[in-house]
Every structure is written in C-alpha cells, then in structure tokens.
C-alpha cells in the first residue's frame, strides 16, 4: 500500500531527527544540523541502508518545507522594519552580497567548473543564514546586544535581495545567459510586481483575515491562510516567478494584519514539520564519495564564507559608522551560509542548470560553517582588542577620523527633517506610478482576451485598443493625479530650497513658481510617453488618441475632486492597516 | 513539474474549502459539512472540470489526516475518564451499536447487497460524530447540561468499541467470513494489545516527553510527538492492527502526559491542516449520479440512523436509570454519523471488500443527519413533553415504578466501597495477568530468532525452548506474584463476605482461610495451564518443565521480597503518572 510505505518514511523521519536533535540540543549545536545530519544518516548513502521508500512524496513535502519557511521568514519580515533599518543593514548587505557572488564565481572558474555552477556558488554563498545566526546568539544570551541588531537589520536587507537573486537566476538559467539589459529588465518588473503586490495585498488581505478572524475559529483562519498562501504563491508561478518569491511576498502581507500573533502561532508547527521534512530532504541528499572527491573545494569556499563575509560584512559596517569592534562582531556573526543557500542549490538542480555536486558541496560548507559561527562570535572581542594592539597608530587615526567625518555629515535638525519629507514624497510618487505602469501593463497583458469579449460588441480591432487603453488610463488617474500633486508638492519644495533671494533676487517668486509648475508637468509627460511605449502593443492611431485625452481631461476637470477623495481613502486605508498591525504587534 | 501540480491542488482545496467553511459557518452548519462541499465543488463529477491533478498525493495526504484525527481523539481520550464514564454511556454504547449494526445489516440485505457490504453499511452506521455533536451543542450553548455530559460519556465508550469494530472488520474482510470464535480470539488478542501497550506506553511515553519538554523547543517536541505517532501508527500496522488503531492508543498514552495541552497545542494546526484535506478528499467522491441512483436506500438509511440511535441511546439511558427527558435529550443528540463512519466506508475501499456506492452513500447519510441534528436536539424537549401528554397513566408509572426500583437495587454506603475494592483489584489482577500472558505470547512468537541467537551456544532444540520458555517464566515472576497476592487479598475478601458465622458455625475461620488459600492456588494453577496452551510451540519436554518449576520455586523463595519490590516500583510509577497528568490537566 502507497500510503503505509510514506507514513514508514514519515515515521523514520521524525523517530531519527527526534533522536539526533537531542543530541545536537546536548551539544549545543542548531537544530538544522540535526536535520541534515538525520537525512545523511537515512539517506541512501549510508549504511546500513536505504529507509526511504517513497523519495518522491518526500520531496513533494520538503517543497512545502520551503514554502513555509519563506512564508514564515516574509511573517518575521515588515515593511516598517525594512524602512527602519539603517545605513549600516544597507551597505554592508550590498558589499557582502556582491563580493560573495564575485569570490563564488571566481573559486568556480578556479575549479573550471561551468559558468552557470560558477554562478549558482556565488549565489549559494551570498545569503547568511537567519536561523543559524538567531540561534547561535540566543544560545550565547547576545540578542539584545547592538550589534545583533545591526546583524538583524542586515538580515532583513539581505532577505529582499536573496529574493531579487532567485528571481534574477531563474531568469538567467532559462534565458542561458547573463545580460545586462535583461538584469535590468527583471529587477524592473520585480519591483514594480512587489509593488504592486504589497500594495493591493495590504488593502485586502489584513481585511479578508480580520474579517475570518471574528468567527474564533483556529482552524477556519488557518485553513484561510494556507489558502492564500498557496493560493497567491501559485499566482506568482504562473507569472513565471519563483514559488518562494510569493511566499515570502504574501507572508510579509500577512505580517501587516492584526492576527499576525495568532497565524504566527498556528503556522508555526506546520512549518516546523514541513521544515524538518525538508532539512531531513537535503540530508538524503549527501553522498560520503562526493564529499571526499570534492574535499578541497569545500576546504576553500568554507573558509572564502567565513573570510569574504567577515571582510564585506565588517568593512559595510564600519564605512556606515560603526566602531571597530562592533564592525568586526557583524561580520563574524554573518559569516555562514544556510537555509536561503539551500534553496539556491535546490533551484539549480530544479531548473537543471547545475551539476549534481553542487548540492552536497552547499550542505557541506554550510554545515562547517554552522559549527564555527559559535567560536567566531565568541572570538570577535578578543580579535577586536588585538587587532587595535596591532594597529599602527597613524591608521588609527585615520579611521577615527572618518567616524568624525561620517558624523558631520549626517543631516541634522531641520535639514533631516526636511531630507525625511523628500524621502516620504519620493516613496509615494514611485509607489503610485509604480501601480499606474503596472495597470498599463496588465492591460496589455490581457488585451488580446479583452479585445476577445469586446468582439461581439466593437468590431474595428482600433476602437478595441482605444477602449483598453482609455479603460487603463481611466483607472490610473486617482493614481496620476495623486502623484502630480506630490510632484507639485516636491516642486514647491526644491524649488524653495534652491532658488534662492541672494541669487534671483526680485524674480525669486516667479521662478519658483515656474519651477514648481514645470517639474510635474515635465515629469508627468515624460511618464505619459513611458507609459505609451510600455503599452505599444495596445496603443491606438493618434486621432483616437487625442479623442481620449479630451476626454481624460474632460473627466479631469469635472471629477478632480472626486479622484482625490477616491485616491485618500485608499491611501487613509492602507496606512491604518500598516499602523495598526505595527501597534498591535509592538514593532 | 511534480511539485507545482500538487502546489496547484493544495492551493485550490484550502480556498475553496476556505470560502465554503465561511459561508457553512454564516448558516451555522459544522466546517466539516464545509469540507466535504468544497471537495464536492472541486471534484471530477461536478462542472466546470476536474481542478484537482494528483490525487493521488492529495489521497496519502487524506491518510495523514485520519491518523492525526484519531490522534486528536486519542489525546482527548482519557483512561480516567473512562473509569468515571457511568453505567449510562456503557448500556446506550452497547445496545446502540448492536442494534445499528443489525440495522444497517437488515438494510444492506433488503436492498440485495453483498454481505460484506451489509456488514460495513452496519459498521458505518454504529458510531456517532464527536466533532459534529460537539458543535451542535456548542452553538446551541447546551454543552453544560447534564444529557450533554451523558453523550460525551457514550462518546467515550463509543470510540473503543469503534476502534475493536475496525480491528474485526479487518479481520474478518481478510479471512472473509464472520465466525464467532475468531471474534472472540481478535476481540481477546485486541484487549491484550491495548492493555500491554497502554501500561508499557504510559510508564515510557510521558517520560520522554518530558525529558523532551526541558529544552524548551516547540519544534523538538513537536517532531518528538509525531515520530511517536507515526513510529506507533506503523509497529501497530506491523502487527496486522489498523493504524487508526495506533494513532487512538498513543494518542491516549500521551494524554496521560505532563504536556498535554501544549501537545494539544502544536499538533492541533497540522491536524486542522491534514483533517481539512481528509474531509475534502472524501467529497471528492461523491458522484451526483451516484446519489441519485441510490437516493432510496439514502432516503431509509437517513431515516434508519435517526429512529435506530434515538430508539437504542434513548432506551439505553433510560434502563440505565435517566428520566424519560433526559434519555431522549441523549438520544436525539446521538443520531448522527459522521468521520467514523469515513473511517469504516474508507477500510472498506482500502480492503477492497465493498462495491463503490457504498462510500458515497455514507457521505450523504452523514451529511444530512449532520443537518438534521441541532434540529433535533431542540426538538427533544417538545417531544418530550408530548410524549408524556400521550402515555397511558399506567405505562407511566411503570416506568417510574423502574426507576425506583433500579435506585433501590444500588449498592450503597458500606457495600458500594466493599464492590468498588473488589472492582479495584479485579482490574489490578487482570492487568498483571495480561502482561503475563503478553511476555509468553510474544517469547512464542520471536521464539524462531531467538532460537537462531542461542545456536551457537546451546545446539539441542529442547534446551532452547526451555531456555526461552523459563526466560519468559522469569519476566513474567513479578507479576504473577502480584496476580497471587491480589488474588488472595480477593479470596479473603470474597471467603470473609460469603461465609457467614451463621452458617458455617464454629468453622467459620478453618473454612475461610481454606477459601483464602484454594482460590488464588486453584487460578494460578489454571492461569499456569492456560500460558502453557498459549506458549505450546516453544513448551519442553516435561522433564525441562520440572526442572524450571523447581528453579522458579528456589527463586521465587529466595527473591520474593525483591520482585515485589519490582512490582510495586512499576505500579507506582505507573499510578505517578496517571495522577499526574490527571491533576495537571485538570480533569
């Protein structure tokens, strides 16, 4: 019988990772490793022999194992965070990411492996791992120490790029090669597509949970949630992204909803179980003769992690402002790779674009690197005290100058006032534009099924592409006005701060005024013919192109007012929904 | 790719079954009715089309969640409750399953079914639905009245018989015929296995857990409990018992545990999750065309499970000394079937011993005494009470005349704790004689490897079996002399109530110590027969047997201070745990 064979292997699973983590719990060592460690010794190159029947339902689970972490991982996720977080997460996220992809590429070209293994290593490499690094700093009681979290911060950086370079992999591995254009291209709809998602998810997923969540039932807002879970995970597949992308997406959606606590709650064993399944999975997948054949490549990546990120991390720290010392505990925290890395390695062998050694070799350096990242954190004060011993003076003074310099030019009182109202400004004209390019697309995406319904009704295939793009156009203006008046906000703004009286003297007010007229209106038809080249394909003749902009403005004119109202209301309810669940969840 | 498709099925069930459980709890109908809806919705035989591609894995995931249900119920199970559990619930149990079998039995002929068919329909028809009877009086706010209490004590007793009616079912659809010694060998080998495994379980189980349950980790626990669960599940398989079988018993092994509720806790969500899927898969079959085909026998069978519970419970209550009220109450709650009967009609297919229709049919039968129940309930008390109108004054003070009677019969003051002693330690005597019987059942049955084990050391067949049957003998010593002490404790008991001064005269004493000696001498001799039946293919000659006698005899002399010592340490452990648990979770 199917299901006697799966529920042995479920059984011999759990039995053996129960067992092997207890031992790992004894010895101090993160759960994960247990996991890995229980599937290499189930797995089917070992002794004494293989205990798993049915690999394939196996691994069909271990997929869920993946969903549900990135969905656990996009519940921890907030945008309030992310727009907390600091410089330091920046910088020291981007120069980690992109020397660890370097230094992964150049070791595969070292070991003349193929380009797009070269390539997944660098990836493989780039991400730290979440889980490894809470645990080892909960086991060593510094969680609360600043450079956790600053260590936290990079993590939630590095969560949005890891998810970028998922996207861009799957890209390049179909497409087969790397172009820059292409890079641009995919991070472009990426982020307009995250956009987008955030947006209308915030609107309607914490309103759909809220409203289940008044029944009191557990189970029907569990099943509510694994629904849209899966549900909007499949949606993003079938625009050809990567199924964890929407899991992490609609689970930092969640995360802005009032029952964060309660789904967090309820989807935790789940996860706990599919992950295990998974780690358990990856462990099957650990052959002894490949890790003896590939030992010196693992030997180096292992020790290219722990040097690369210390160095990328540490340097991205200390060039944002932090001490010497607190830079150098960053790093050392960063420095190993897991669960993301996994994942990376399982999408190469998914897509068919990597040799099967990578795989094993990942699980290897990750598990090496998992054991160390304990005795580096710990190591990182002393090191810190000796490397200041060792230190010339004069190079000392060189970086506390730096500190004071760095200082200076932080923006102070008003003018940080002023830099965060530009910065609110600037979000919100990209966030609407964002959503304007992104119902222009949509538009054209759908058009040839639109113009199908319109068939029977508008012959002429122009009117048909009028009537689309009139429609797009129609419900993009609350958001194309919103974000001219933002632009004329803005405007205002530069203009008041740039032209000055000592410079334009009596002209003053009338060049401020030109300019606050000019920018929006400048801007605004620069995006009007960004948006007609997005939307070509569905572009009608001129003639009846004009015939639409009288009638936009027309509809302008009449319903300015009423655009507005619809566009705040939108806006007034997407910040309650972003505030509340930040009040109710206490972050 | 495999893993998409079944992403795809997953995401389709848990929203629309999402969707259909709002709208069932809009109608207060129980979520389960949901389920089995949404699965109807999604299912091959409706419009638009078939949405689910693997059913295949969507069916192994179905058995996860009968396994975890049962689980579920096994953890709400509780050997005290059963203890409490009152004459009411055993008398309305019994005589609710005997007749409904019969019924079901009756019906299945009528129609000219097969009579394995007519079996299972009987079987199906046996047990009432926990999950549905506790949301019918949980939305009526009924659950604290004393007729709920009397339900939820059949309920009780109800899932052991339903556990030994799937065990015999098994049974008898493997060998294909019913004969009344072979019920009696599988219900006697059933009863054995569920003591030997709840007294090994319960020493053992609770312990792990809560060497487990220091280190704090939800997930440790969690992957702990389901490897027991499953690892049970799959020995109980192994011996040719049903898994649902394994699930119940170490469910209520672990119900005796410290841990319990946040075992309850962590397992609820995966088993929401796996039950949601269960419940979906089941209307997955249904087949319109079916339904309307066989909408007769649904029609009598529908109208068969109301009349035959509320009738059989009503009845058993009343015998059991319930007011008419109140008896009714209980049987108009009781007239349902529900995820049991899944259970069965499930076995059946598996088995592959009944026709297609017969599922389908259960399906509808429960769905619509699922609805009719809340109905019911509140209609009981009407009923009653024009019930009362009705009777002839003369039936009515028989009945009454009844309960005085079964008041006056009662064992009260000092007799009622005299019968609660004996009760005592008629259970104390049968525990340690199952366990004594269990060791020789299982030295016969591992007698063949073992043999292998001694060859190199002791070549002659006779002194091997001797060996392994003095070995079993030797284990089995700490609880044949407990059997002896209770059995004498019972004897003096029984010998100092049964022979009275007035009757016996001046022998009253010679005769009651001669009772007190001849009746645990007379059973141990008997029981002694009874293992040497039991253990024939591993018996010595009876020279061997001698020689094992007279050293059992030197040992018992010597060391018998030290195996009760044993003995009593275990039961203490044993009744350590079981008030532990009791009085940490309250009940």
């Given at each position: 019988m199917h299901a006697i064979s799966f529920i042995q292997d479920l059984a011999v699973i759990m039995l053996?990772?129960?067992?092997?983590?207890?031992?790992?719990?004894?010895?101090?060592?993160?759960?994960?490793?247990?996991?890995?460690?229980?599937?290499?010794?189930?797995?089917?190159?070992?002794?004494?022999?293989?205990?798993?029947?049915?690999?394939?339902?196996?691994?069909?689970?271990?997929?869920?194992?993946?969903?549900?972490?990135?969905?656990?991982?996009?519940?921890?996720?907030?945008?309030?965070?992310?727009?907390?977080?600091?410089?330091?997460?920046?910088?020291?996220?981007?120069?980690e990411i992109a020397l660890m992809i370097w230094i992964g590429y150049q070791i595969g070209q070292f070991f003349a492996w193929s380009n797009m293994d070269s390539l997944f290593l660098g990836a493989i490499l780039a991400i730290s791992s979440t889980t490894i690094i809470v645990k080892a700093l909960g086991d060593l009681k510094m969680k609360q120490e600043r450079f956790a979290q600053l260590i936290f911060g990079v993590l939630i950086v590095e969560d949005i790029l890891g998810i970028g370079i998922i996207a861009l992999l799957s890209g390049i591995a179909v497409s087969g090669a790397v172009e820059t254009g292409e890079v641009f291209a995919t991070v472009g709809k990426l982020s307009l597509f995250m956009i987008v998602a955030l947006v209308i998810g915030i609107l309607l997923v914490p309103r759909l949970l809220a409203y289940v969540a008044q029944f009191e039932s557990n189970e029907m807002l569990l099943i509510t949630v694994l629904g849209l879970c899966f549900g909007f995970s499949l949606l993003v597949v079938k625009l050809e992204y990567s199924m964890v992308l929407g899991a992490f997406l609609i689970g930092a959606i969640m995360a802005e909803s009032r029952q964060l606590e309660q789904i967090e709650r309820l989807v935790e064993p789940v996860r706990d179980l599919f992950s295990a399944i998974f780690f358990v999975a990856i462990g099957l997948l650990i052959d002894p003769a490949v890790l003896v054949?590939?030992?010196?490549?693992?030997?180096?990546?292992?020790?290219a992690v722990i040097l690369g990120k210390v160095i990328s991390c540490g340097t991205g720290a200390f060039l944002a402002g932090n001490d010497g010392r607190t830079s150098l505990r960053v790093g050392m925290g960063l420095s190993q790779i897991g669960e993301f890395s996994f994942i990376i390695a399982a999408l190469g062998v998914t897509l068919q674009v990597t040799s099967e050694f990578l795989y094993p070799v990942a699980v290897a350096v990750s598990a090496l690197t998992t054991l160390s990242t304990p005795y580096l954190i710990r190591a990182a004060d002393p090191l810190a005290l000796r490397l200041a011993g060792w230190m010339p003076d004069n190079l000392a003074r060189v970086f506390g100058l730096y500190g004071d310099w760095l200082r200076s030019i932080q923006p102070q009182g008003q003018s940080a006032l002023l830099m965060g109202m530009i910065r609110k400004i600037l979000l919100q004209i990209g966030v609407n534009l964002a959503l304007v390019v992104a119902i222009f697309l949509a538009s054209a995406w759908f058009a040839e099924s639109l113009a199908g319904y319109l068939q029977p009704w508008i012959a002429q295939g122009n009117l048909q592409k009028a009537l689309?793009?009139?429609?797009?156009?129609?419900?993009?203006?609350?958001?194309?006005?919103?974000?001219?008046?933002?632009?004329?906000?803005?405007?205002?703004?530069?203009?008041?701060?740039?032209?000055?009286?000592?410079?334009?003297?009596?002209?003053?007010?009338?060049?401020?005024?030109?300019?606050?007229?000019?920018?929006?209106?400048?801007?605004?038809?620069?995006?009007?013919?960004?948006?007609?080249?997005?939307?070509?394909?569905?572009?009608?003749?001129?003639?009846?192109?004009?015939?639409?902009?009288?009638?936009?403005?027309?509809?302008?004119?009449?319903?300015?007012?009423?655009?507005?109202?619809?566009?705040?209301?939108?806006?007034?309810?997407?910040?309650?929904?972003?505030?509340?669940?930040?009040?109710?969840?206490?972050?």
């Open positions: 053996i990772a129960g067992m092997v983590t207890i031992l790992c719990h004894r010895f101090k060592q993160p759960v994960v490793l247990g996991y890995i460690i229980a599937g290499f010794i189930i797995g089917p190159h070992t002794p004494p022999f293989a205990l798993i029947h049915d690999e394939d339902t196996i691994k069909t689970l271990a997929e869920l194992g993946v969903i549900f972490l990135m969905f656990c991982l996009g519940l921890e996720f907030s945008l309030r965070k992310l727009f907390q977080v600091g410089a330091t997460a920046f910088i020291a996220a981007f120069l054949e590939y030992a010196w490549p693992i030997a180096l990546i292992t020790l689309i793009w009139g429609g797009a156009l129609l419900l993009s203006l609350p958001f194309l006005i919103a974000a001219y008046r933002k632009l004329k906000a803005l405007a205002m703004l530069l203009a008041e701060l740039g032209v000055r009286p000592e410079q334009a003297g009596r002209h003053t007010l009338r060049v401020r005024r030109a300019i606050a007229e000019l920018i929006p209106l400048l801007s605004l038809a620069g995006i009007l013919v960004l948006l007609m080249g997005l939307s070509a394909s569905i572009l009608p003749t001129i003639e009846l192109l004009v015939v639409i902009g009288v009638l936009a403005a027309g509809l302008i004119a009449l319903l300015w007012r009423w655009f507005i109202r619809v566009h705040t209301r939108m806006q007034v309810a997407l910040m309650e929904t972003l505030e509340q669940g930040s009040q109710h969840n206490g972050h």
